[in-house]
């Protein structure tokens, strides 16, 4: 009798182990289901990344295919629901026919798809070297909007700049490279020694 019971005792465990198990299972399963439901739908759906790339360079040419400009970065890595590319550590070089290219720094950027607009965050470093058109230019922000192709940048944020020997700060700066219009906004101070002056005058008499 006692073996009966002892067997009849293991036959139930074991049935009561599967019912369990599958209650468990199918407990697990139901909550993956909704958690999918619940991830996908709009009101949730998070702008986690949906994919990366490491040490990229980006080059975008003109109708003639001569390089325009160049994007590059140590990392970008691309968020679906606004469609926007982060980079790190991005490095913009900017060409031009008549002067010496234009490179561009900073801890991090926000671009749109086709880079026709990039944020340049964080320790803003624009530097261009001097050249036979054009004077040494640097300049320094916490955050520069840069449109390559229109070949605009600008800011609402203070800005230090440096063209030649003299040197400017103000806050609202809008620089068309296209044009040669620059403009600060407001809070200017500059510093011209006196060869910048001279320089300048010398130029305004030869031009008239």
Known sequence: MKSRRTSHRYR???LLGGGIGLALASFWLLQVMQKG????????????????V????????????????????ARM????KDDTYEITLPVIHHFSKDRAPMMMRAERAIAVPDSSKIHMIDKVDVDRPASAGAEHFHMK??????????????????????????????????????????RLAHQVHGVYPPQALAARAATAGAAK
């Open 12 to 14: 139930l465990a074991l």
């Open 37 to 52: 439901v619940t991830d996908t739908s709009p009101e949730t759906h998070t702008n986690e990344p949906d994919y990366y």
């Open 54 to 73: 490491e040490k990229f360079n980006f080059v975008r040419t003109s109708t003639i295919g001569d390089a325009r400009y160049t994007v590059s970065g």
């Open 77 to 80: 890595i691309h968020r679906p």
């Open 141 to 182: 922000s916490d955050y520069l909007l840069i449109l390559p192709d229109d070949d605009v940048v600008r800011t609402d944020k203070p800005v230090d700049l440096m063209l030649g020997t003299v040197t400017l700060t103000g806050a609202g700066m809008y620089v068309n490279n296209a044009t040669r219009e620059f």
